[in-house]
């Protein structure tokens, strides 16, 4: 049973255009909700995260949105550029918990110059 | 500070020998977890570790045995590798507990095949 749902698998955007990612869960113990961006060969990086006191939270070009009620959540990548091009996973967990990270399944941006 | 890291960085192994991946942070973090990704699948997790001397199981602990001995460091055992096991395996760490020390920090990751 997979509890967090990723869409879509691949995304090509434009250079100045907006890429937009969605995430939702299961669980609702989860109240821990981060995104990691990885490229070829890295390491999972992360990006931005967000627990469901707020609806959203905006770190530079890079937004989450968090829907509680839908059991949803989103990244929005503003004037999205060609360095931005990597994998995005988000992922959730219950906070504070020992419990490692449930991931998506990853979404594979490409920006187009 | 180096964070996490990982080694090997490659390993090809035939079918039932055995190996030890090495996870190491200098980060003082309490919580330490192994993770495998493969194409398609996400990141799972194996086992973890909330502090030294304990261990527990995730969601695909079938074949893999872990230990912490000492509070930077996090093995990850294969006793009769398979080529189920080809996968890159990522070691994370968090000081856990919540909050901001709930973020996980991860390791450049071993790339193991099983031939």
């Known amino acids: 049973q997979q509890q967090v749902k990723q869409s879509p698998q691949s995304l090509i955007v434009q250079k100045g255009g907006i890429s937009i990612i969605n995430c939702a869960y299961e669980n609702t113990a989860f109240d821990y909700f981060p995104w990691y961006q990885q490229f070829p060969g890295k390491g999972p990086a992360l990006l931005i995260a967000?627990?469901?006191?707020?609806s959203e939270k905006k770190e530079g070009r890079f937004t989450i949105s968090f829907n509680k009620s839908a059991k949803q959540f989103s990244l929005h990548i503003m004037d999205s550029q060609p360095g931005d091009s990597a994998t995005y996973f988000c992922a959730a967990k219950v906070g504070g918990g020992a419990d490692g990270l449930t991931f998506g399944k990853g979404t594979h941006l490409i920006i187009q110059p | 500070n180096a964070g996490v890291t990982q080694t090997p960085k490659f390993r090809v192994l035939k079918t039932g020998q055995s190996m030890t991946l090495l996870c190491a942070q200098d980060m003082n973090h309490e919580y330490m977890y192994w993770y495998r990704q493969d194409p398609g699948m996400g990141l799972r997790l194996i086992h973890y570790?909330?502090?030294?001397?304990?261990?527990a199981k995730g969601e695909v602990p079938d074949g893999y045995n872990v230990s912490r001995l000492k509070k930077q460091n996090f093995l990850l055992g294969l006793e009769s590798a398979a080529p189920s096991q080809t996968s890159v395996y990522f070691c994370a760490s968090s000081y856990g507990s919540g909050g901001l020390r709930d973020t996980q920090y991860f390791g450049p990751g071993t790339r193991l095949t099983v031939l």
């Open positions: 967000i627990r469901p006191d707020v």
């Open positions: 570790s909330v502090g030294e001397g304990t261990t």
